[in-house]
T-cell receptor, first 113, second 113 residues
Framework: AQSVTQLGSHVSVSEGALVLLRCNYS??????LFWYVQYPNQGLQLLLK??????LVKGINGFEAEFKKSETSFHLTKPSAHMSDAAEYFCAVSSNTGNQFYFGTGTSLTVIP | DAGITQSPRYKITETGRQVTLMCHQTWSHSYMFWYRQDLGHGLRLIYYSAAADITDKGEVPDGYVVSRSKTENFPLTLESATRSQTSVYFC????????????FGSGTRLTVV
C-alpha cells in the first residue's frame, strides 16, 4: 500500500522567510500527489495536485511543489511566508486503484512576526 | 447552498449509544468518503463509496456502518459508541477517482463519554 511521510510535525518560520514542508511517498507506480491545508476548526482545502503533467506544480496562495521521482519527494514551498499561512498542512498520495488517498500525519506551520 | 455539509457540528454521546453523522453534497459527485482525524495519525479512511449503493471499507472500518441510498447523502453510523471513537470526522466528495482531489466538509467533532 502507498504511504506518505511528512518530515517535521512542527515547522516555524519568520514572516517573509522561505517555507519548506517536506513530503516523501512510497508508491510502486507513478502516483497522484496532493497538498491540503487545514485552518483551525475547518475542513481541508486543496492547495495543489500533481497528476503526471508538469513536475513543478503551482497552487493557490503562492505555494508550489516539485515532484522528484528519483527522490520520491513532493516538497511544498513558498518563497515568502505570510501570517495567514499559519495552518496544518497535509500531503496525500493516491492508492493504486485511485479510489482513495493516504494522508501524512500533517505539519503544523507557525509564522513568527 | 451548493457544497458539502456535515451535521451536527459538535456531538457529545455516551458509551454504548448509537449515533449517526450526516453528510450531504449538492454536486452529484460519484465518490464520497468518511475520514477520522486524530492527533499523531493524520486522517484515516473509514469507508468510501464510489456510487449510490456501492460502499467499501477503508483503513479503520470497525465499529462503523455506512449506507448510500442516494447519491447526495452518505451517513456514518456508530452502532455502539466507544471512547476510542472520540475524534473529528470529515466527510469528503469527489467527481471521480483520486486524480480529481477531494472537497471536504467542515467536520463533526464527536466526544464519547
Amino acid at each position: 500500500a502507498q504511504s506518505v511521510t511528512q518530515l517535521g510535525s512542527h515547522v516555524s518560520v519568520s514572516e517573509g522567510a522561505l517555507v519548506l514542508l517536506r513530503c516523501n511517498y512510497s508508491s510502486s507506480v507513478p502516483p497522484y500527489l496532493f497538498w491540503y491545508v487545514q485552518y483551525p476548526n475547518q475542513g481541508l482545502q486543496l492547495l495543489l495536485k500533481y497528476t503526471s503533467a508538469a513536475t513543478l506544480v503551482k497552487g493557490i496562495n503562492g505555494f508550489e511543489a516539485e515532484f522528484k521521482k528519483s527522490e520520491t519527494s513532493f516538497h511544498l514551498t513558498k518563497p515568502s511566508a505570510h501570517m495567514s499561512d499559519a495552518a496544518e498542512y497535509f500531503c496525500a498520495v493516491s492508492s493504486n486503484t485511485g479510489n482513495q488517498f493516504y494522508f501524512g500525519t500533517g505539519t503544523s506551520l507557525t509564522v513568527i512576526p | 447552498d451548493a457544497g458539502i455539509t456535515q451535521s451536527p457540528r459538535y456531538k457529545i454521546t455516551e458509551t454504548g449509544r448509537q449515533v449517526t453523522l450526516m453528510c450531504h453534497q449538492t454536486w452529484s459527485h460519484s465518490y464520497m468518503f468518511w475520514y477520522r482525524q486524530d492527533l499523531g495519525h493524520g486522517l484515516r479512511l473509514i469507508y468510501y463509496s464510489a456510487a449510490a449503493d456501492i460502499t467499501d471499507k477503508g483503513e479503520v472500518p470497525d465499529g462503523y456502518v455506512v449506507s448510500r441510498s442516494k447519491t447526495e447523502n452518505f451517513p456514518l453510523t456508530l452502532e455502539s459508541a466507544t471512547r476510542s471513537q472520540t475524534s473529528v470526522y470529515f466527510c469528503a466528495s469527489s467527481p471521480g477517482p483520486s486524480n480529481y482531489g477531494y472537497t471536504f466538509g467542515s467536520g463533526t467533532r464527536l466526544t464519547v463519554v
